[in-house]
Nanobody, 126 residues
Framework: QLQLVESGGDLVQPGGSLRLSCAAS????????IGWFRQAPGKEREGVSC????????NYAESVKGRFTISRDSARNTVYLQMNSLKPEDTATYYC???????????????????WGQGTQVTVSS
């Protein structure tokens, strides 16, 4: 069974940091591009960051550039999203997704992704 599981979401104060994890079971993440998306209540799902299968292509949304870092650990079959200098507007449910087609390139279009995790909640509030 192919499965993605996110973890690491929490309540954090503005300016704080969190590291989200996206662990895969049933398949090898190294053959997929991985995207992080988020969705706040009443808003559309938006792309946050993505990394290609070999890590050669990495993209970030303008709103998180310089604050978030995506990385992958092949040995752990896991992709991470390090989030620093968190702001209240970062509050959302964060999802990771895997893209098998054209996995050598990144995409912020959720329709291009084949597998999705269940999401992890990030709340930034004082």
């Amino acid at each position: 069974q192919l499965q993605l599981v996110e973890s690491g979401g929490d309540l954090v104060q503005p300016g704080g940091s969190l590291r989200l994890s996206c662990a895969a079971s049933g398949f090898t993440l190294g053959y997929f591009a991985i995207g992080w998306f988020r969705q706040a209540p009443g808003k559309e799902r938006e792309g946050v960051s993505c990394i290609s299968s070999r890590g050669g292509s990495i993209n970030y949304a303008e709103s998180v550039k310089g604050r978030f870092t995506i990385s992958r650990d092949s040995a752990r079959n896991t992709v991470y999203l390090q989030m620093n200098s968190l702001k209240p507007e970062d509050t959302a449910t964060y999802y990771c997704a895997a893209k098998g087609r054209q996995h050598y390139s990144c995409s912020g279009d959720p329709d291009e992704y084949d597998y999705w995790g269940q999401g992890t909640q990030v709340t930034v509030s004082s």
